[in-house]
DNA sequence: ATTGACTCTAACGTTACGTTATACTTTATC
DNA sequence: GATAAAGTATAACGTAACGTTAGAGTCAAT
C-alpha cells in the first residue's frame, strides 16, 4: 500500500499527474483512506507502468485508456495506425529540417536571394557564431558591474509575459521616437520620450544612471548588431537615437 | 482591399484563424469598415505569408509575433536553436518507431517475450493484416442486410465521446455478468443483462433482433477475434456469454 | 422581400498536466 | 504537548492554436 507520493517518486511523474490521472478515471487508486488519502497497490503501479510504456509512444491517454480498458479494441492495429502517423510526423519533420537548412545556406550563400525581403533580417554569415559568444562576452565585460548583477537579480524571475509586456513598452517608446525623427534629436517630445526610456530600464532592468545611458547609447551605433535591429524601426534611427540620448545626458 | 474570406481563400486559411491572429495581435488587418468588416491589404498578405512561413517550421505564434515584431529580437539565432530542437524531436521520434519496431517484432517472433504479459493481448501473428481485411469482409458479408444499413446510418454521426460512452455502457452490462458467471448463465439478473445488452444494441446500433442476437453469440465463440477480446472480462467468458444469450433467444 | 453567402462577437472545447491557493493530516522536532 | 515541516486533498485558472457552435447583423442576387 503506497501513498501518492511514494508512487510518483517510484515510477517518477508528478503528484498532480496522478490526481490527473485519477481524475480522467486512467488510474484510480485502489483504496481511499478515511482521510481522503490514496492509496495504491502493486497493480496500479503495474498499469502505470504499461500507461507510461504507450506514453512513451505519445499515444494520447484516450485511446490509452481505450487500449487497456476496452476488449474490444485491436491494439495491435492501433499501434500499427500510431506508427505510421509517427512515420509521417518523422518525414514531415525532415522537409521541415531540409527548409531550414536551405534558408540558412541561400542565407550564408548570399546568392539566389529570392526570399530577400523575406530573410532580409537574418543577414551576415558569422552573426550566428558571434551571437554564441555573446552572453559570454557581455558576462565577461560587464559581470562585475553592478549594473550587470542589478539586472540579474531583478530579470531572473520575469516570466514570458513579463518579457513580452516590458518589450512591448519599451518598442513603443521606439516607435513614438522614430515618429518623430523629423524634428530632430533635440526636439522635446523626443527628449521626454528618451527620459522616459531611462526610466524604463531603471525600472525593469537596472539603475541606468546617467553614464550607462551615454554608454548604450555609443553601443547602439558601433555595434551592428544593435545597429542593425534598431533601424527596423527606421533608416538611420539607430544614429538618431544615438544624437538624442547623447543629448539628454550632456551637461 | 480584400474582405476576410478572400484573404483566407487566397493564402488556405480559415476565416477562425485569421480572427485569431487579429485577436492575439498578430496581424491586423489594415482598417475596419463601418460595418466592422475586417479589411487586408497586400501589407498584411505578405506579412501573413511570413507568419506561415515561420508556422510551417514549426515556430509557435508568440514566437512568430516577437520575430516579426521585436528588432531586438535575433532571428538567425533563434531559427538555429529552433533547429536544433526539430533535430531532438526527430532523434526521438526515431527511438520511438524503433522501439514501436521492435515491440512488434517481438510479438512476431513470438520468442523472448519478456514482456509477454504487457503485450500479451496484441497476441497473433498474422491478426494484423487480417484486421485490414476486416471491415472489408464484414461489408461483403453483412452489406446487404438491413442491420448494417441500419448500424451504417446510425453511427455515421457519432462522434468520439459518443462512442466512448457507448463502450462504456456495454462494457459496464459484461463487468455486472462477469460478476454473475458463477450463477450460470441462466441466473435470472444475467439474463436481465442480456436483455439490457441486446437494447443496447437496438438504441445504439441496429434493431437487434433474436435472431441477430443467436448469431451474435454464435460469433462470440466462433470468431477468435472476439474471443480473445471477450475473455478479457474473465477466461472462458465468452463462452459464458455465448451461453446466457443461446438460453435467452431459447423458444 | 426573401434567400444565401458572408461577416461579426462571444464563449466553450481540445491535451496533459503545471501552478497557485486554501485547508487538513501526519510526521518530525523541540 | 506545541509547533513546524511535509504530505495530501480539492478547486480552478493557464497553456496553444484554433474548431465549433450560437446568435445576430450585412450584402448581393433572385
Given at each position: ?9 517510484l515510477?517518477?511523474?508528478?503528484v ?5 490521472y ?14 481522503g ?36 479494441f ?64 557581455i ?34 517608446i ?78
Amino acid at each position: 500500500m503506497l501513498k501518492i507520493k511514494e508512487v510518483a517518486d517510484l515510477v517518477g511523474v508528478s503528484v498532480r499527474t496522478l490526481h490527473h490521472y485519477d481524475q480522467i478515471g486512467l488510474l484510480k487508486p485502489e483504496k481511499l483512506e478515511e482521510n481522503g488519502y490514496r492509496l495504491y497497490n502493486q497493480i496500479e503501479l503495474d498499469r502505470l507502468q504499461q500507461i507510461l510504456f504507450f506514453k512513451e509512444m505519445e499515444v494520447p491517454l484516450r485511446m490509452i485508456k481505450r487500449i487497456l480498458d476496452d476488449p474490444f479494441f485491436d491494439q495491435m492495429h492501433a499501434l500499427k495506425v500510431h506508427k505510421d502517423l509517427l512515420l509521417k510526423k518523422r518525414d514531415r519533420l525532415d522537409r521541415i529540417i531540409d527548409s531550414i537548412n536551405s534558408s540558412m545556406d541561400k542565407l550564408k550563400g548570399g546568392r539566389e536571394m529570392t526570399d530577400q525581403e523575406r530573410f532580409e533580417p537574418f543577414g551576415m554569415t558569422e552573426i550566428e557564431e558571434q551571437q554564441k559568444k555573446y552572453e559570454a562576452e557581455i558576462k565577461e565585460k560587464y559581470g562585475h558591474t553592478k549594473a550587470y548583477k542589478e539586472s540579474q537579480q531583478k530579470t531572473k524571475n520575469y516570466k514570458v509575459t513579463d518579457w513580452e509586456k516590458i518589450q512591448q513598452e519599451g518598442n513603443h517608446i521606439y516607435e513614438e521616437m522614430a515618429k518623430r525623427t523629423a524634428s530632430g534629436p533635440q526636439d522635446r517630445k523626443v527628449q521626454e520620450l528618451v527620459a522616459s526610456y531611462q526610466q524604463h530600464i531603471t525600472d525593469n532592468f537596472y539603475e541606468c544612471t546617467t553614464e550607462i545611458y551615454s554608454g548604450l547609447a555609443d553601443m547602439y551605433v558601433s555595434d551592428a548588431r544593435f545597429t542593425k535591429n534598431i533601424d527596423k524601426f527606421g533608416e538611420g534611427f539607430a544614429f538618431f537615437l544615438h544624437d538624442a540620448i547623447k543629448f539628454y545626458c550632456r551637461k
